[in-house]
């Protein structure tokens, strides 16, 4: 095993607005500092909020002509409105300060992936029990869900024709252990994101690796590390571990 350290009619239905491309890296070359981090992490969820955004503003415009087909259009506008909404509450799990008032628990996170994932061409499969997980020292449950967020956020675009992400988060010889296993044909992580993960030497974020280094930065902080496994075809494991 190779380790490396660290979820339409062609009638008169309107075409989902898409995003432009964003310049891939700072500036400067280097970590970030904190508002340049802030810059990009915003600048990144703008570009992922635009699509749905869009798609409805471009429902109500179609609504004004006499010839719209009102039902699809209000169908595409509601589809679009849930997306927006539930990408909302994925980032703001995900992204948010962390808080013993406000500590998500894994049913809450599931719930989350799995509306954040409706719709795509990636599917959830979810291995774990939080029952099964109390007294295995690993993080707090609110810090757990933030991370598994992040990993979906992730892992999600290594699959560029589809495909799975299976969480499992268990105990192994006494101690809490994260893997998610991205499965699907072409799957590869980028070279920017692996630098950003710290899988490799160099990283320098840009806003399509963002969520790789934020998610890195989560993890020093709370003393885990990271591996990529590889040993398995079509397939790439993130795997969590205590440091």
């Known amino acids: 095993m190779m380790m490396a350290s660290i979820a339409e009619p062609q009638s008169r239905r309107p075409a989902t607005?898409?995003?432009?491309?964003?310049?891939?890296?700072?500036?400067?070359?280097?970590?970030?500092?904190?508002v340049q981090l802030a810059q990009m992490l915003c600048a990144r969820l703008c570009h992922d909020l635009m699509g749905p955004a869009g798609a409805i503003n471009i429902g109500l415009e179609f609504l004004s002509d006499d010839k719209a087909e009102?039902?699809?259009?209000?169908?595409?506008?509601?589809?679009?409105?849930?997306?927006?909404?539930?990408?909302?509450?994925?980032?703001?799990?995900?992204f948010a300060i962390a808080s013993a008032e406000r500590a998500s628990s894994l049913a809450e996170a599931r719930t989350l992936i799995e509306e954040f994932l409706k719709g795509s061409r990636v599917a959830l499969e979810w291995r774990t029990c939080e029952q099964s997980l109390k007294g295995v020292p690993l993080v707090n449950s609110g810090d757990l869900s933030r991370l598994l967020l992040c990993l979906v956020l992730v892992a999600r675009e290594w699959l560029p024709r589809g495909g799975t992400l299976a969480i499992d988060v268990h105990e192994r010889r006494g101690r809490g252990q994260v893997r998610v296993a991205v499965r699907?044909?072409?799957?590869?992580?980028?070279?920017?994101?692996?630098?950003?993960?710290?899988v490799a030497a160099n990283s320098t974020?840009?806003?399509?690796?963002?969520?790789?280094?934020?998610?890195?930065?989560?993890?020093?902080?709370?003393?885990l590390s990271v591996a990529l496994d590889r040993s398995a075809a079509d397939t790439i494991t993130i795997v969590l571990r205590a440091a």
Do not use: C, W
């Open 17 to 34: 607005a898409r995003a432009p491309m964003l310049a891939l890296t700072p500036a400067d070359a280097g970590a970030p500092d904190d």
């Open 70 to 94: 009102t039902k699809e259009t209000l169908e595409l506008i509601a589809a679009s409105a849930r997306q927006v909404r539930s990408r909302l509450a994925f980032f703001r799990t995900a």
């Open 184 to 198: 699907g044909t072409g799957v590869r992580v980028a070279d920017d994101i692996q630098a950003a993960l710290g």
């Open 205 to 223: 974020p840009g806003v399509r690796s963002i969520h790789a280094y934020y998610l890195n930065r989560l993890l020093e902080g709370l003393d």
